[in-house]
């Protein structure tokens, strides 16, 4: 299976598994007069808009270069993830929002049965989590690391939700609203990671060059090749799953033209055959002394 098709399949994995429980959540919350579950429910089909976003997302950036794109179109991909934190961002204010409503308006506390539906939908974000933030990694995938960390948002508000119902519940009268200021709390916790999904996208549009392990990979690769004596400059930038890489190669200065250029051949096909995520790779033959 090719990075791209694994990639569209974990965000479909993610995308049914928040129209699943944001269904349960929004019945669990109106049923069981909590809050924070129809929080929780609010953010789940915000959740699910953010993944047709990243579906489209990984589709258009998974097109090849073409004549006016020579780099590709992978770009696409850390601006869909900065779409992403705008929809966080505005069910995060929307949550905070209804809170405060919900905290001024005296109502009943929740009922007990929604904590086993807490437990439940913590237990399968976690586990959501778990799957996607490491075909994230797999795919060096921007776009997949901030659908990850919706889920563990949405398993961190669960676990807020939690803990102020069971505060409610056992607490008596008087703590009717300690689940409201649960979803509160929770909000932080979602802007937190907004920034934490914002940061590597915006270093990926702005080509930061932070790949110190990859680079050094890159030299220790190049070295394997007949006629390479060592490499100088080593510039990397990433473009969705793809890294491009611009590579100074030292070679002898008594080689002809033609021989250098057959050395710089080898070594890029050398560097994209080791490391299969390796876009664009241009190489600048530098005279060895």
Request: aromatic share 10%; glycine share 6%; charged share 20%.
């Amino acid at each position: 299976m090719s990075n791209s098709n694994l990639a569209v399949r974990t965000v479909v994995f993610s995308m049914l598994g928040n129209v699943a429980l944001a269904a349960i959540k929004f019945l669990a919350g109106i049923f069981g007069n909590s809050y924070a579950l129809i929080a929780d429910g609010i953010e789940s089909v915000v959740d699910v808009f953010a993944s047709v976003l990243v579906l489209f997302g990984l589709k258009y950036s998974s097109r090849p270069a073409d004549e006016n794109h020579p780099y590709g179109h992978g770009k696409a991909e850390p601006l869909i993830t900065f779409l992403v934190v705008v929809f966080l961002i505005i069910s995060a204010c929307t949550i905070a929002y209804q809170a405060f409503q919900h905290i001024l308006i005296p109502h009943e506390s929740p009922k007990p049965f929604t904590l086993i539906v807490l437990a439940g939908i913590i237990i399968w974000k976690e586990v959501s989590f778990q799957v996607v933030m490491s075909r994230s990694k797999k795919l060096k995938s921007s776009s997949l690391k901030a659908e990850a960390w919706h889920h563990r948002s949405d398993a961190i508000t669960s676990v807020a939700a939690f803990i102020g119902i069971t505060i409610a519940i056992f607490g008596g009268e008087g703590f009717e609203e300690a689940d409201d200021y649960a979803a509160l709390i929770a909000v932080g916790f979602i802007l937190f990671n907004c920034y934490k999904i914002f940061r590597p996208a915006l270093g990926e549009v702005m080509d930061e060059n932070n790949y110190d392990e990859l680079t050094e990979h890159i030299r220790a690769i190049s070295l394997t090749v007949p006629g390479v004596k060592g490499t100088e400059k080593c510039f990397i930038r990433k473009a969705g799953m793809e890294y491009h890489v611009d590579l100074h190669a030292l070679v002898s200065g008594e080689l002809t033209v033609t021989e250098g250029h057959d050395i710089s051949h080898k070594l890029k096909d050398k560097l994209c055959k080791v490391i299969p995520e390796l876009g664009n790779v241009l190489i600048h033959i530098e005279p060895y002394s």
